[in-house]
């Protein structure tokens, strides 16, 4: 078989000079980008007479792996973390438990109040947190729980689930419209009653979309501020964004800032690794769904 050539296209140099300065905006946002993560990362291996001196990237006294093991463990960075990872994770699962068969029902079939209902949940997005949470916090301070620790980190959980339910299902039903018919049709042919065939069949074909749409919920509530702080009361509770900002204001009284900024890179490694390894999965979920 003859090997086939390979075409190169002509530049177009007048179109890429029309979007030169979209370029030049980008290259200086991501240089900026690199260079502020660069020197947090080497502040977080300095000591804070180094960073004061403006010599955090010089390394004189070498690197301080121990910043890490301080910030760990005697800056309660661990119980945030693992408070963070722990709302994340059970949050993220529920929603995709919770939203993936109502987008599949809002999508597929037609009755009474459909389209009211997905009215409900795009305006339900547009609603500000800050306007739900006074008449949030009497309701759950009336109830006497806000001292109890189960309670708190349960009422935590189900306010993220809810805040959340509204953007996943939106983002769901789109995957689940772009998916053909004919499946469910073969499956019904086959005798697959509608459940199992929700289950076994159409939300493994939703799956970049789950993917996706996972990602930014956990996200979201790996960086949630607010709620937490209102409700998140001892630091058995607290996520990291709240955890963190405690920490910074520590900094007038301990100093340590060298430890502050290990800790910074402790709560940013899991949203830069995710963003990492799953990339090519956010943009394809973002661009398209299952067309067919």
């Known amino acids: 078989m003859a090997r086939e050539k390979k075409v190169r296209q002509k530049v177009n ?6 979007m030169a ?8 946002w991501v240089l900026f980008t690199i260079a502020l993560l660069g020197w947090i990362i080497g502040a977080s291996f300095s000591t804070t007479a180094e960073i004061f001196k403006g010599n955090a990237l010089k390394f004189e006294s070498g690197l301080h792996f121990e910043n890490y093991a301080k910030a760990w463990s005697g ?18 699962v529920a929603l995709i438990l919770i939203c993936a068969p ?32 006074l008449p949030l916090f009497s309701l759950i301070a009336g109830m006497n729980i806000l001292n109890n620790t189960f309670f708190n980190r349960l009422t935590l959980i189900i306010l993220y689930i809810g805040i959340n339910v509204p953007y996943t299902t939106i983002f769901l039903l789109t995957f689940f419209s772009n998916i053909s018919r004919t499946y469910e049709e073969a499956a019904a042919i086959d005798g697959c009653p509608p459940t199992k ?3 076994k069949i159409m939300l493994p074909m939703a799956q970049s979309g789950i993917v996706t749409v996972t990602i930014f919920n956990f996200i979201n509530i790996w960086n949630e501020y607010f709620l937490s702080l209102i ?11 709240v955890g963190l900002y405690g920490m910074i204001n520590s900094m007038k009284y301990t100093g340590d800032w060298a430890g502050m900024f290990a800790s910074v890179v402790i709560v ?3 949203t830069f690794i995710l963003y990492i390894f799953l990339s090519e ?11 067919g």
């Not at 800056?75 to 993220?92: E, Q």
């Not at 809002?106 to 547009?126: E, P, W, Y």
């Open 231 to 241: 409700f998140a009361n001892s630091d058995k509770l607290k996520p990291v964004a």
């Open 21 to 28: 300065p979209g370029y030049i905006i980008l290259v200086i």
């Open 197 to 199: 065939t929700f289950w």
């Open 75 to 92: 800056g309660n960075v661990s119980t945030f973390f693992m408070n963070s990872l722990f709302y994340s994770t059970i949050c993220c």
């Open 268 to 270: 940013f490694l899991p």
């Open 13 to 18: 140099w007048k179109k890429e000079l029309k």
């Open 102 to 133: 109502a987008a599949y029902v809002l999508s597929r079939f037609s009755f009474r109040f459909n389209k009211i209902i997905q009215s409900s949940f795009v305006s339900a997005m547009g609603v500000p947190v800050v306007m739900v949470i």
């Open 281 to 291: 999965k956010i943009i394809g979920g973002v661009t398209g769904g299952i067309k």
